[in-house]
Antibody, heavy 121, light 111 residues
């Protein structure tokens, strides 16, 4: 069965960087995009960007341009999201989600369990 | 401030039918598909509706989606206690707000 398993919770100081991993199993990793979506405590969902694991091509939300980097290691079917220059407002649960293209539509059909990133001095 | 507008809360009693609205603009809902995600407490979101009104396999037919112009709706019939969750609408946005935008979420309470 399809699974996305994310790395554990992180605590970082303001100005630092964090790198969250997302290990895929149960399907061909390079056949589907990986997207990253975050959710601050008690808040809604916010899309950060996508990556094509086959080509390595990426697309980022304008808000995160220059601060986020999405990469992958195809040999271990793992995607990564690195966010730099962290500030308190980046405290959130970060989710990876598989992006699926289907007859002109695109949606996230499987999600990781989420990784809590806390930014605190 | 979310690009798509949802009511913050909705409620109903078991067996009732409830609807959740999602309002957008011509750059998102008006010209692209709408998706709905269900988030049970403490868990990751789950795809509920795609391409405006399609249900993934495993999603009960009690859930249905519709779209008209720049608005969309999620309807839940035969409400059950396990439907108590947060519901989010999402759409591709052709403007600088995008490309993917969400509603602020609607917390559904089953009374």
């Amino acid at each position: 069965q399809v699974q996305l398993v994310q790395s554990g919770a992180e605590v970082k100081k303001p100005g630092a960087s964090v790198k969250v991993s997302c290990k895929a199993s149960g399907y061909t990793f390079t056949s589907y995009d990986i997207n990253w979506v975050r959710q601050a405590t008690g808040q809604g969902l916010e899309w950060m960007g996508w990556m094509n694991p086959n080509s390595g091509n990426t697309g980022y939300a304008q808000k995160f341009q220059g601060r986020v980097t999405m990469t992958r290691n195809t040999s271990i079917s793992t995607a990564y999201m690195e966010l730099s220059s962290l500030r308190s407002e980046d405290t959130a649960v970060y989710y990876c989600a598989r992006g699926r293209r289907d007859s002109g539509s695109y949606y996230w059909d499987y999600w990781g369990q989420g990784t809590l990133v806390t930014v605190s001095s | 401030q979310s690009v798509l507008t949802q009511p913050p809360s909705a409620s109903g009693t078991p067996g009732q039918r409830v609807t959740i609205s999602c309002s957008g603009s011509s750059s998102n809902i008006g010209s692209n598909y709408v998706y709905w995600y269900q988030q049970l407490p403490g868990t990751a979101p789950k795809l509920l509706i795609y391409r405006n009104n399609q249900r993934p396999s495993g999603v009960p037919d009690r859930f249905s989606g519709s779209k008209s112009g720049t608005s969309a709706s999620l309807a839940i019939s035969g409400l059950r206690s396990e439907d108590e969750a947060d519901y989010y609408c999402a759409a591709w946005d052709d403007s600088l707000s995008g490309p993917w935008v969400f509603g602020g979420g609607t917390k559904l309470t089953v009374l």
